[in-house]
């Protein structure tokens, strides 16, 4: 749609300085970046599903959604919507698929996605394709909702969610074929770290096959790539009620 696409900048992984700060990045194809509604924020008027697209910088599909003031926006589309459909944003709204409500006015079991952490920035949350959470009650003044991942979280009762799950699950399990179709996306070859010379990775050096060579793997820049990386002082460690499942090295 005119007006919502911009022709999306290369940055192959360089900072402002031209450094490398991003690595395997560079080489992808010309694209365009589509001005995603995340807030839902244009309240208690209708809009209508035009059209189900592609869009290349998400694996999620997109929904163009034209509403009766005339106005079109893209919106994550959720799976089992249809062109024709009918969504809005809405305190009163149905419960159905495609619809924004404050998580106050869902009910528990609900399947949710496009959460805000904090009311009115948009949607921040639960944006993958397959991806849904669950509302599993409310905790004094805090709304609970079970993450994809398994953590059990607080949210604020005036943050927006979208009811239904995130379409396009399927692509999960697609063939890639090629090594050619990630380059074409701009992800350039990983090397391994102990195939690398020492003055490039920790773990390089050494004669013949001689493994990572120390008890932690490391990062290429030396800190250690193993155990929980979450900030020790983060500002959701109090909103956060049950902890994913973490890794074998907790």
Known sequence: MKGLKRIL????????GGRISVRHQGGRQKRYYREIDT?????DVWGRVEFIEYDPNRNANIALVTYEDGEKR??????ELEVGRKVI???????EIG????????PAGTQIYNIE???????????????GAVIQGREGDYILVR????????FHPNAYATIGQVGNAE???????????????????????????????????GEGRSGVGMKYQKTPYGKPAVGNTRRKRKYSDKLIVQRRKLGPHH
């Open 9 to 16: 900048q290369k940055h192959s992984g360089r900072d402002s």
């Open 99 to 106: 619809n924004a409500l404050p998580l106050n006015k869902i």
């Open 74 to 79: 893209y919106i994550l589309a959720p799976q």
């Open 171 to 205: 692509i999960r399990t697609i063939n890639v074929r090629k090594a050619g179709v990630y380059r074409r996306r701009g992800i350039r070859p990983t090397v391994r770290g102990t195939a690398q010379n020492p003055h490039s990775h920790p773990h390089g050096g």
């Open 117 to 131: 952490i904090k009311p009115g920035k948009g949607g921040q949350l639960v944006r993958g394709a397959g991806s």
């Open 39 to 43: 807030k839902r924020n244009k309240i």
């Open 147 to 154: 993450l994809p991942s398994g953590e059990i979280r607080r």
């Open 89 to 95: 944003t809405s305190e009163v709204a149905p419960i």
